[in-house]
T-cell receptor
Framework: DAGVTQSPTHLIKTRGQHVTLRCSPISGHKSVSWYQQVLGQGPQFIFQ???????GRGNFPDRFSARQFPNYSSELNVNALLLGDSALYLC??????????????FGPGTRLTVL | AQKVTQAQTEISVVEKEDVTLDCVYE???????LFWYKQPPSGELVFLIR??????QNEISGRYSWNFQKSTSSFNFTITASQVVDSAVYFCALSEARAGGTSYGKLTFGQGTILTVHP
């Protein structure tokens, strides 16, 4: 079975622009989470979605938004990009409904560079 | 608040040496899960192990072993007879419990430990 896939692999944007990152979960997984990983740090939680509803949100500004589609794929949108948004954006999927301790499986990430 | 501390920023060993990566966590929850992930240069986080707070048995998987000690809030990871392919960044993570009556699987990660294994 295919793992979590993300697109694009790399992206270069300029300040003030908007970006959309995409994620397809492992087949059968209904929950998708997004994380931001700045160079040299651990991933930081941004959102979790289950059945198209937001189930959790990290400490990120409203410029960050996401949605989940009926096929459980997801998009992360970031508006008004700042230099500090440069990071690796990781998507993770899990099989069960927002269960504590549900193992999350990560995709390869999208490397976003903001100039 | 949940917190995970990996005090070792970088570790360098020679192949076949044993190496232990430390992880200390903080949580007020009585029910929680701990994880270890490996991040090779490609960037993808690879799941290694999950452990719940009620299971303090140590676990061994091939050259990997994990020591969970609730009394010291530690969940350490040992690689026996390290190999060059073990070179990566290793993250310890804690799964958050209920928030406002709804549980969700937010992972709180440590800063990571960069492991370099030299031939």
């Amino acid at each position: 079975d295919a793992g979590v896939t993300q697109s694009p692999t790399h992206l270069i944007k300029t300040r003030g622009q908007h970006v959309t990152l995409r994620c397809s979960p492992i087949s059968g997984h209904k929950s998708v989470s997004w994380y931001q990983q700045v160079l040299g740090q651990g991933p930081q939680f941004i959102f979790q979605y289950y059945e198209k509803e937001e189930r959790g949100r990290g400490n990120f500004p409203d410029r960050f938004s996401a949605r989940q589609f009926p096929n459980y794929s997801s998009e992360l949108n970031v508006n008004a990009l700042l230099l500090g948004d440069s990071a690796l954006y990781l998507c993770a999927s899990s099989p069960l409904r927002q269960t504590l301790g549900d193992t999350q499986y990560f995709g390869p990430g999208t490397r976003l560079t903001v100039l | 608040a949940q917190k995970v501390t990996q005090a070792q920023t970088e570790i360098s060993v020679v192949e076949k040496e044993d190496v232990t990566l430390d992880c200390v966590y903080e949580t007020r929850d009585t029910t929680y899960y701990l994880f270890w992930y490996k991040q090779p240069p490609s960037g993808e986080l690879v799941f290694l192990i999950r452990r719940n707070s009620f299971d303090e048995q140590n676990e061994i998987s091939g050259r990997y072993s994990w020591n969970f000690q609730k009394s010291t809030s530690s969940f350490n990871f040992t690689i026996t007879a390290s190999q060059v392919v073990d070179s990566a960044v290793y993250f310890c993570a804690l799964s958050e419990a209920r928030a406002g009556g709804t549980s969700y699987g937010k992972l709180t990660f440590g800063q990571g430990t960069i492991l370099t294994v030299h031939p």
